[in-house]
């Protein structure tokens, strides 16, 4: 599974336990001397239930050939796929299996080449823990697999509606993506939580080959359909919700509590430099817990907060326990503008002519745009302006900054914007510039006449050469995004190299 190398001639081996685990302590469960593979694990709690959402008050942290961080983290239930806390819904599929009662099972493949170290931490509460680890060692073999396999979580309390996507995973390559586990707890009345819009994979944008994978409604994501509002639960092979019920919280409608999964078995995810995983989003309570295998030690983008954030409800904003990402540099941004039938990319705008931060732009939006609605004027959609945004592994989303306020499942509509940066060559040079887009773009370099590189149906890239001079050099990006074959995807892939190799950094500089 997941081509990993593996030696040929396993030992069959496990280590089982049962032990209690005092409260405000980490403790290791196992300790297994390598070359040798995990091949199941499987965990229950004593009494499940006598703690109050005690799934979620115990992390588990799973060390590979003394790494120095973990390549595995997260509450115990999460990594089960358990959200929200529960002791036990049905989940059957070839990787994660859960009975009744707290009865969770991992069938993911664990390579090590030296050793792996399994522990557990508790909060105030003591736990009790059985643990069965079964595994192959390869004894007298050699190990050349070198991924290893990573597993992350991460919640935000309250999301953003209408804004940046919930953000799910930010990893170094190579590697592969294998799955996630997804949980949503309704707090927003404006929308469905589904209408934020589904996955979004940005893979590569450094890389030779950058690709780009959006979905359409959140439920879509799990292989369901019309899933927004009412939904039976179910579990599949790869891809359910498994955990789909409506809370009443005393409000006029009742609340959707959600646990969803998606693996990538036959449709795998390898990437090379780097991939960013996002899911659209609501106003709304989120967890995930992301599953890839990768070379090289884990780069954490995220914070286990103290045990009481851990449990739903707790606040949890976005940045109170993200780390920050490697940096890929900084755009000016303007828009975003009518594109009405096109026109907005065959005419010269206001700010491709001028750059001034201060100023503002009529973007000719025409009656009835979901531009002009109330909450879309609200966020300043009625009015083009300069704005900054971090570029990230890469990539450029204008679906961060402008995305309408309508209700409706991934919302988009017609528009036009320009991103600006600077970049700095240390000499005169021809510059290599590959950039990926879907629907028209064009680029200007030191103000130049704009070169049209044409329409993508769907996500594509393609590389130009750019004569730069020593310093600082602008580059102007002008993007238009309809629907399209990427239900609405404005992102664009942006890489700059020197004859060298050498990577220039887009910068937003005035």
């Not at 996630?180 to 707090?187: A, E, I």
């Not at 961060?400 to 040079?429: E, K, N």
Request: with cysteine.
């Amino acid at each position: 599974m997941f081509n990993l190398d593996l030696p040929s001639t396993p030992v069959p081996a496990r280590w089982s336990l049962t032990r209690p685990v005092p409260p405000n302590q980490r403790t290791v469960l196992a300790d297994l001397e390598g070359p040798g593979c995990i091949r199941h694990l499987w965990m229950t709690l004593k009494h499940p239930g006598a703690i109050s959402l005690g799934n979620r008050k115990l992390v588990l942290r799973i060390t590979f050939d003394d790494a120095p961080v973990p390549q595995i983290e997260s509450p115990v239930g999460d990594f089960f796929g358990l959200v929200h806390g529960q002791n036990w819904y049905d989940i059957n599929t070839p990787l994660l299996s859960t009975k009744a009662w707290s009865g969770m099972n991992c069938y993911f493949p664990m390579p090590f080449a030296r050793s792996a170290r399994i522990e557990v931490e508790t909060g105030d509460e003591a736990q009790h823990v059985y643990l069965l680890c079964d595994w192959h060692r390869y004894p007298g073999q050699e190990l050349r697999e070198p991924k290893r396999f990573c597993a992350r979580w991460r919640r935000e309390m309250p999301t953003e509606r209408y804004g940046p996507e919930y953000l799910l995973l930010d990893a170094d390559g190579p590697g592969q993506f294998v799955g996630f586990v997804y949980g949503v707890r309704l707090l927003d009345d404006v929308d469905r939580w589904s209408h934020g819009g589904g996955d979004n994979f940005y893979i590569d944008g450094e890389g030779e080959h950058p690709a780009y994978l959006r979905g359409i409604g959140g439920e879509d994501t799990f292989g369901a359909g019309y899933g927004g509002a009412l939904h039976p639960p179910e579990t599949h092979h790869h891809a359910a919700m498994p955990y789909y019920t409506h809370e009443d919280t005393g409000e006029a409608r009742p609340a959707q509590r959600i646990g969803a999964y998606r693996f990538f078995i036959e449709d795998t995810l390898p990437f090379r430099e780097s991939i960013h995983v996002r899911f659209g989003c609501m106003r709304n309570d989120i967890c995930s817990t992301a599953y890839w295998y990768q070379e090289g030690p884990v780069r954490p983008f995220f914070r286990l907060p103290p045990f009481p954030k851990l449990l739903p409800a707790a606040d949890l904003p976005r940045g109170a326990c993200d780390l920050p990402l490697p940096d890929s540099g900084s755009w000016w941004i303007c828009g975003p503008f009518a594109h009405g039938e096109g026109g907005a990319m065959q005419r010269t705008l206001g700010p491709e002519a001028e750059f001034d931060p201060a100023k503002t732009y009529d973007p000719a939006h025409a009656e009835g745009s979901w531009w002009l609605t109330d909450g879309s004027r609200a966020k300043g959609y009625d009015v083009a302006k300069w704005s900054t945004q971090a570029a990230f592994r890469g990539w450029l989303d204008f679906n961060h900054a402008y995305r309408p306020w309508h209700r409706g499942v991934g919302v988009t509509y017609p528009a036009v914007a320009l991103a600006r940066a600077t970049l700095h060559a240390p000499r005169d040079l021809t510059a290599t510039l590959r950039l990926g887009w879907d629907d028209d773009l064009t680029v200007r370099v030191n103000g130049g006449e704009p070169i049209d590189l044409g329409h993508h149906a769907d996500f594509r890239s393609r590389t130009i050469e750019a004569p730069l001079r020593q310093g600082p050099n602008t580059v102007l990006l002008k993007s238009s995004n309809t629907r399209g074959s990427t239900h609405g995807g404005w992102a664009v892939s942006f890489l700059a190299q020197t004859p060298e190799g050498d990577t220039l950094r887009p910068q937003a500089e005035r």
